[in-house]
């Protein structure tokens, strides 16, 4: 089965920015989950999608990042105005009813705040 | 609350010599343990997952890990390096059986192995 998928995979700009990366989790997962994974450290959950809606947004720092999930299938995450502390590597992530605890993750994409 | 220290920032071993790489979790309920793999420019990869069941836990490429009540660890073992295994590995904790699967991920063990 295809992995998850995340585009772009890298990503230049300047603070102030904006900016919005993209993910199509494996087929079927309802369960979607953004990390966000600075330099040196282990990824940190920003936001959990169950389908459409979101269970866990405690940790998005929601002055500036806005996630959605329209359709309950893929999803973005936006961050505007970027700020340089932004410069991490965001993760998309997906599970399914069967596997709760096991997630499968994309390659991610690397954003570079200038 | 729960979260996970590893032990060790690098760890460097020879090819063909055993790999630790150690982790001490903290939590609050019944945890549910977990080990990842990344190689550089790839995603996390899970190695092997503790989820209640049997405390001797094997997963993919040989390694394995024993989960510990009594000394809160999940230390990860493979009896010998190859050069393939060269990533950051990180320990991951979850609440077993929770509203939600949030995973706590440790700052991650970068292991180097020498020829």
């Known amino acids: 089965e295809a992995g998850v998928a995340q585009s772009p995979r890298y990503k230049i700009i300047e603070k102030r920015q904006s900016v919005a990366f993209w993910c199509n989790p494996i087929?079927?997962?309802?369960?979607l989950y953004w990390y966000q994974q600075i330099l040196g450290q282990g990824p940190k959950l920003l936001i959990q999608f169950q389908n459409n809606g979101v269970v866990d947004d405690s940790q998005l720092p929601k002055d500036r990042f806005s996630a959605e999930r329209l359709k309950g299938v893929d999803s973005t995450l936006k961050i505007q105005p970027a700020k340089l502390e932004d410069s991490a590597v965001y993760l998309c992530?997906?599970?399914?009813?069967?596997?709760?605890?096991?997630?499968?993750f994309g390659p991610g994409t690397r954003l570079t705040v200038l | 609350a729960q979260s996970v220290t590893q032990l060790d920032s690098h760890v460097s071993v020879s090819e063909g010599t055993p790999v630790l790489l150690r982790c001490n979790y903290s939590s609050s309920y019944s945890p549910s343990l977990f080990w990842y793999v990344q190689h550089p420019n790839k995603g996390l990869q899970l190695l092997l997952k503790y989820t209640s069941a049997a405390t001797l836990v094997k997963g993919i490429n040989g390694f394995e890990a024993e989960f510990k009540k009594s000394e809160t660890s999940f230390h990860l073992t493979k009896p010998s390096a190859h050069m393939s295994d060269a990533a950051e590995y990180f320990c991951v904790v979850t609440r077993t059986g929770g509203a939600t699967n949030k995973l706590i991920f440790g700052t991650g063990t970068l292991l180097a192995v020498q020829p």
């Open positions: 087929s079927g997962h309802a369960t």
């Open positions: 992530a997906s599970s399914s009813r069967s596997s709760y605890n096991e997630q499968f």
